[in-house]
């Protein structure tokens, strides 16, 4: 328990004991919902998101079809994009980012996976929804230079001020994008 | 001394205590600062900027003169605009933002003069650098409104993921402006 991420050994201690003392009400029917998901959860063999089926519940929705792709870097991070409930189309996970550090190349992410999903549905528009992070925009300029001539729009997320955001509070380097990347009102 | 923001009454009376027993090294020399700013500190009549002169540094420097003005809040966000070092033009501090709840109008702020000075000087683009707030962004539109048929380009900060910034972390709202704003790579 304690090798849970959020979890020390102390934490990881009480956690156990409580489940012990409600052993019928807590421990059976999490001991059964465990064994169920490591039964029946797995990868979807289109986008990489978790399900239950070999097509994940977006993949399978025939509404998603809309011809827009958008890569995310985690599982988690294609849940805040449902979260917001505002893409429409289908995902593809890449499950990690490119790093030369740790060793991680195009081949042990899903982007040759990307790269013939784009050739083969009907994709029009490719969006990068890749974390702002150094690691996450190497990968992002990446995948645009793997699917530049395939004839589809690569774009991604746009940077600036998060909504709620305040200038005192902000970093520099966010100041900067969001004056560069300026609009007219 | 408690009355500052961030100060308790128990913050303040250790602060005072430290004063006191420091006082020929720390306490004189902040009383004669203290005294020095009271007479000396005065806001630009230009931009609302904090300076010691008539003029504020940004509004005296010729350099700065490009024909741009960035309208900010406060003078805390121009500081920040300032630690950015990004923007080189000069500077226009409303020193609020337009809130019906606090009877807040445009006569209270420093709106008149900004549509004044960019009919007396040669200003070719306003950039509103507001919060993200509610209230930031409803005086953005105002001062949009007001600048209309100026012949002045008026542009804002772009809305989107801070740089650093993880899908999994960010609010809602954040994504769906990120995604809305999305753009080629």
Chains 1, 2 share one sequence.
Not at 60 to 82: F, H, K, N, T, Y
Not at 107 to 116: A, D, M, Q, T, Y
């Amino acid at each position: 328990m304690a090798k849970l991420p959020g979890l020390g050994p102390r934490s990881a201690r009480r956690a156990v004991l409580h489940l012990i003392k409600k052993r019928d009400i807590l421990l059976s029917p999490l001991a059964d919902s465990l064994f169920t998901v490591a039964q029946t959860a797995r990868e979807c063999v289109t986008c990489g998101n978790i399900g239950t089926m070999d097509q994940c519940d977006v993949c399978a929705d025939p509404r998603r079809a809309i011809g827009q792709i958008c890569v995310v870097e985690d599982v988690s991070d294609l849940w805040a994009m449902e979260r917001a409930a505002v893409f429409k189309g289908r995902y593809h996970v890449l499950g990690g980012v490119l790093s030369a550090l740790d060793g991680v190349g195009p081949e042990e992410l899903r982007i040759p996976n990307l790269v013939s999903r784009v050739g083969d549905e009907n994709i029009t528009e490719v969006i990068l929804a890749l974390n702002a992070t150094v690691d996450g925009q190497t990968t992002a300029h990446y995948i645009a230079d793997q699917l530049e001539d395939m004839g589809v729009s690569v774009t991604s997320l746009a940077q600036g001020v998060p909504i709620g955001g305040e200038l005192d509070y902000l970093d520099d380097g966010t100041i900067t994008a969001a004056l560069n990347a300026r609009k007219a009102v």
